[in-house]
């Protein structure tokens, strides 16, 4: 049986007369122990999937579907009732600790605050516990540190900081959204590398939200790439990045949008200075109503088809899903 399994889940936002079809039918499912990572542009609709699993979304999301979580089902619980699954089965690390800690207290209280949320503890107790999970993420001096602010430290200590929060109550699934996007490339992998070794140790399902293709790659197992409020392909990252090994750009993608995302991917081949690949265009407008792919006006390979249907959500070959008309790199021999 699945840790989780998604099946159909729909966001919408009312604003005034316009409706915003921010998630507009996602399925997949984690197993646990699992690393899948959810891939995609700003806007995609990857973070706000992630938040309505465990209801932190705004009065105004309209939100359907059904998320599994082991036997309980998630969607429709009320803040109240949600309230047990959050942080004790399933955690979050968000994008920017500098916005989600509070900088007028310090470190050890605000970790042993999350851990008395949801465990029976004394102040005391809930400190030393702090004090424990901070040395557990691999930040050095913890007693010194616990007693610190979070001006104090340094980009890369915040989010391990967030890290040990999200671990207070040793959850079975823990969700980094854009967990290392604001940090420089050294500290993106150590922060990588502390996660998988957490949850190595604690058992636990990993799924990564990212906008980075290459990270994903290297991370996860699973590589779900969504589009518009929908999943346009979905392997294993040993299948997107076969053709990579082999000196290709994506030799086994198929859908056109995550061959652009693999090619915008910064390569230490290229010359100093030159500029980085990019997407044309713009992502579709969610409020509108369009006709076939949404992806088709930025396109190079659309075609009269793709622009009168939307091509379905299909498992084409053993374990890859895409949608698309006429996918990329087809041909090939796998």
């Known amino acids: 049986m699945s840790l989780l399994e998604v099946t159909d889940l729909r966001v919408r936002f009312r604003a005034g007369r316009r409706e915003v079809r921010a998630v507009d039918g996602v399925s997949y499912r984690i197993d646990a122990g699992e690393t899948v990572a959810l891939v995609g542009e700003s806007g995609s609709g990857k973070t706000v999937s992630c938040r309505a699993l465990i209801g932190l979304l705004p009065p105004t999301a309209i939100v359907t579907g059904s998320a599994r979580f082991r036997d309980a089902e998630l969607i429709g619980l009320s803040d109240e009732q949600l309230r047990p699954h959050r942080g004790a089965d399933i955690a979050m690390v968000f994008q920017d600790p500098a916005r989600s800690l509070n900088p007028t207290m310090k470190i050890g209280l605000q970790v042993a605050e999350a851990i008395r949320a949801h465990e029976p503890f004394t102040r005391r107790e ?3 516990r702090a004090v424990e999970l901070l040395r557990e993420v691999r930040i050095p001096l913890p007693e010194r540190r616990a007693a610190e602010y979070p001006h104090q430290l340094s980009g890369g200590m915040r989010q391990r900081v967030m890290i040990a929060m999200a671990l207070a109550c040793r959850p079975q699934l823990l969700i980094a959204d854009e967990a290392t996007t604001a940090l420089d490339v050294t500290t993106q992998a150590q922060i990588m590398e502390l996660l998988l070794e957490l949850q190595q140790e604690l058992g636990m399902a990993l799924l990564l939200i990212t906008h980075d293709l290459g990270l994903a790659a290297t991370y996860a197992g699973e590589v779900i790439v969504m589009y518009a409020g929908r999943i346009v392909e979905q392997a294993t990252a040993g299948r997107l990045l076969a053709g990579e090994r082999a000196g290709e750009v994506g030799g086994h993608v198929r859908m056109p949008y995550t061959k652009a995302l ?19 265009g713009r992502p579709p407008d969610l409020s509108e109503r369009h006709q076939g792919c949404s992806f088709a006006p930025r396109c190079q390979s659309a075609r009269d088809d793709c622009r009168q249907a939307a091509p379905p959500l299909a498992e084409h070959e053993s374990g890859h899903r895409w949608a698309c008309w006429h996918p990329v790199n087809e041909s090939r021999h796998d």
């Open 126 to 128: 809930a400190a030393d």
């Open 262 to 280: 693999l090619e915008a991917v910064p390569r230490l081949e290229l010359p100093a200075h030159a500029p980085l690949p990019v997407i044309g």
